[in-house]
T-cell receptor
Framework: DAGVIQSPRHEVTEMGQEVTLRCKPISGHNSLFWYRQTMMRGLELLIYFNNNVPIDDSGMPEDRFSAKMPNASFSTLKIQPSEPRDSAVYFC????????????FGQGTRLTVV | DQQVKQNSPSLSVQEGRISILNCDYTNSMFDYFLWYKKYPAEGPTFLISISSIKDKNEDGRFTVFLNKSAKHLSLHIVPSQPGDSAVYFCAARKDSNYQLIWGAGTKLIIKP
């Protein structure tokens, strides 16, 4: 298996623009997580899906952020409109169970909003 | 409120010596602890874990110690190798709760 695949690897956008990050989890995994990593706050869980259903989105910063998982093999994280403070590395991760004992991360998308 | 704390942002250790990375937590309900390792431009990868019913778990050069009374765990790497240079994240999970709570990470630098 190729692991968790994220795209793009890098994204530079202007403030106010819409940004969409994409993720393909490991085949067979039923849990998917979106994380954000910043120097100040470390790794933060934004949202967790189980069997394509959002279970907890309490980590989503504000209404500008939204995430979808239309099927078991694809998820998106959208920021609209983007702001400079959204600049961070966004990781997608998947696991077989919700217990996170073996959570596999993608390589991340480095987002820069100028 | 940070429930999982890694108070050392960075640590520098001579190659061949022991590296000790520390992690403190505040929630006594945590029942499972994990260490992840992260190289630049890559996602974190699972390294080693320990259940709250144990106080030690060993895997090759890596050993994790858990002191429940002190709410403290540590990762020992011996001997340290240049390839161990990375950021190490401590994470904890509550019983019946799916979510991992992460520390801020410690950057380990192994000097040749």
């Amino acid at each position: 298996d190729a692991g968790v695949i994220q795209s793009p690897r890098h994204e530079v956008t202007e403030m106010g623009q819409e940004v969409t990050l994409r993720c393909k989890p490991i085949s067979g995994h039923n849990s998917l997580f979106w994380y954000r990593q910043t120097m100040m706050r470390g790794l933060e869980l934004l949202i967790y899906f189980n069997n394509n259903v959002p279970i907890d989105d309490s980590g989503m910063p504000e209404d500008r952020f939204s995430a979808k998982m239309p099927n078991a093999s694809f998820s998106t994280l959208k920021i609209q409109p983007s702001e400079p403070r959204d600049s961070a590395v966004y990781f997608c991760a998947s696991s077989l169970t919700g217990g996170n004992e073996r959570t596999f991360f993608g390589q991340g998308t480095r987002l820069t909003v100028v | 409120d940070q429930q999982v704390k890694q108070n050392s942002p960075s640590l520098s250790v001579q190659e061949g010596r022991i590296s000790i990375l520390n992690c403190d937590y505040t929630n006594s309900m945590f029942d499972y602890f994990l260490w992840y390792k992260k190289y630049p431009a890559e996602g974190p990868t699972f390294l080693i874990s320990i259940s709250s019913i144990k106080d030690k778990n060993e895997d090759g050069r890596f050993t994790v110690f858990l002191n429940k009374s002190a709410k403290h765990l540590s990762l020992h790497i011996v001997p340290s190798q240049p390839g161990d240079s990375a950021v190490y994240f401590c994470a904890a999970r509550k019983d019946s709760n799916y979510q991992l709570i992460w520390g801020a990470g410690t950057k380990l630098i192994i000097k040749p």
